[in-house]
């Protein structure tokens, strides 16, 4: 079955870093743009960024953009993002998506499967 499993999150002071990763197994990575999402208690999941299934197109919401850093490897099955400059307001769990269409899109219900989740704090 599909899994995608995520890692990297944790506890953070404002300013820093973290990079999250996706490990996907038992589909055709490539064949999948990426997504990632994020949602806080009581509010709904939104859009981080996504990838297509090449790497060669790439969407931020305006809240990350210049901050935030999506790529993938996909003869690792994995999907990354690179969060940098972090603000206590990006404190959330992080999701990760894959979308059978390839090219990405900011539509979460577009996606066709999710990870569990990884949460991130960030302390100020």
């Known amino acids: 079955q599909v899994q995608l499993v995520e890692s990297g999150g944790g506890l953070v002071q404002a300013g820093g870093s973290l990079r999250l990763s996706c490990a996907a197994s038992?589909?055709?990575?490539?064949?999948?743009?990426m997504g990632w999402f994020r949602q806080v208690p009581g509010k709904e999941r939104e859009f981080v960024a996504t990838?297509?299934?090449?790497?060669?197109?790439?969407d931020y919401s305006d809240s990350v953009k210049g901050r935030f850093t999506i790529s993938r490897d996909n003869a690792k099955n994995t999907a990354y993002l690179e969060m940098n400059d972090l603000k206590p307001a990006d404190a959330a769990v992080y999701y990760c998506?894959?979308?059978?269409?390839?090219?990405?899109?900011?539509?979460?219900?577009?996606?066709?499967?999710w990870g569990q989740g990884t949460q991130v704090t960030v302390s100020s």
């Open positions: 038992g589909l055709t990575f490539s064949y999948y743009a």
């Open positions: 990838i297509n299934w090449s790497g060669g197109r790439t």
């Open positions: 998506a894959a979308d059978h269409l390839r090219s990405g899109t900011r539509d979460r219900t577009q996606y066709d499967y």
